[in-house]
């Protein structure tokens, strides 16, 4: 009974393509625009956990200062030293490994093309801290940052803006007043919230002190970069490291800390969380558009009961019951709404393959959540069916033959 219902619905349907077409047009829309919220805004919150875990693996980023970003203020405010990191990496459990670091901005030449770089010096285990991993060459090692060794290591960028497809490997930049070996390129980490990571170039941190930018004070840290033993809690390790450094800098209970502590693990789940929050509130505003569709099918089906009042008089005088002919009206309309599903997955495919590419995330095609729009668009169906189906079956059948 199930299938001649069914067989019957798709006939009435092919009757009047136009009609069941812009019926369908709201649930069309609606299903197309909630997958591709929700995909696009998955791959979204993908990519931006992955640039944060491009920065280090469970990185902690200790800065002079108090606050981060726009409310940073460290003027006046001494850097670290050296034997901060050591300390660090002595008292507080919980610490996987820990590089001391400092930048400086200055000019790199090669040849004709000259450029201001990002100059980073710091121990061979910084690469290990900020996940680098390298495209060609090596890294420096501890024997290098013990002889202060002028050899560096470059970001792609730099790469390209100075040697462009040359392999700078084993060729020589003069970077500030000094000359350096390059002895290793780093692979491509991309974009990230702070700019671009491959614009750089490390090198040992007794180099960049003793060549470059010299070494007048002990507090010449500007950075201790920090990598937490996995499973180890953030707040906890990160409330260590206050009480560490509040002693070492002197600071009385009754003064703020001028020091601040970066987490990208918590910056990422933060980010990750917000990104998901604004998709669901994105899909329930398209979700509208499911509401709209299913008053579209009622007013139609409403419609079609009209039209069809002789015919579901003929069915119930000979022999129909109510309940075949509110099963026949209540499968068209879920018919006429699964349709309307389909056809929105297959938009919502290629739109949400289009704008993964455009907005450059990861396209992430979720089979759970299509499942569920189609699930919800036949829900629909049903819903706003089933008063056009009721009023159907509640049809008297001498009334409705009589029916002009």
Known sequence: MIWNAFAIAVREISRNLTRAFLTVLGIFIGVAAIITMVTLGQGATL????????????????????????????AGVSN??????EILGEQIAGIAAIAPVRTAGLSTIYRSNARISTITGSTPVYFQINKWNIADGRFFTAADVRAGSAVCVIGNTVRVE?????????????????????????ATKGQAGMGDQDDTIIMPLSSLQRRLIGKTSEHSINQISISAE????????????????????NLHSNQDNDFNIFDTRQIAETLGSTTQLMTMLLAAVAGVSLLVGGIGIMNIMLVSVTE???????????????????????????????IGGLLGILLAFALCYSLAQVIQVPFNFNTQ???????????????????PARRAARLNPIDALRHE
Request: proline letters at 2%; one cysteine or more; hydrophobic letters at 45%.
């Open 47 to 74: 990519a931006v956990k992955a640039q944060i875990s491009s920065l280090g693996s469970n990185l902690l980023t200790l800065r002079p200062g108090a606050g981060f970003g726009s409310r940073s203020s460290s």
């Open 80 to 85: 670290f030293t050296e034997k901060d990191a």
């Open 162 to 186: 100075l040697f462009g497809t040359e392999n700078p490997v084993g060729a020589s930049i003069r970077i500030g007043c000094a000359s350096c070996e390059v002895i290793g390129l780093l």
């Open 230 to 249: 996995e499973g180890t809690e953030s707040l906890g390790l990160i409330s260590d490291i206050t009480e560490v450094m509040r002693i070492r800098r």
């Open 308 to 338: 069809r009042t002789r015919e579901i008089g003929i069915r119930l005088a000979i022999g129909a019951t109510a309940g075949e002919v509110l099963l026949q009206f209540l499968i068209e309309a879920v018919t006429l709404s699964c």
């Open 369 to 387: 959540i299509n499942l569920i729009s189609f699930m919800f668009s036949a829900a629909v169906g049903v819903l706003f069916g089933y008063t």
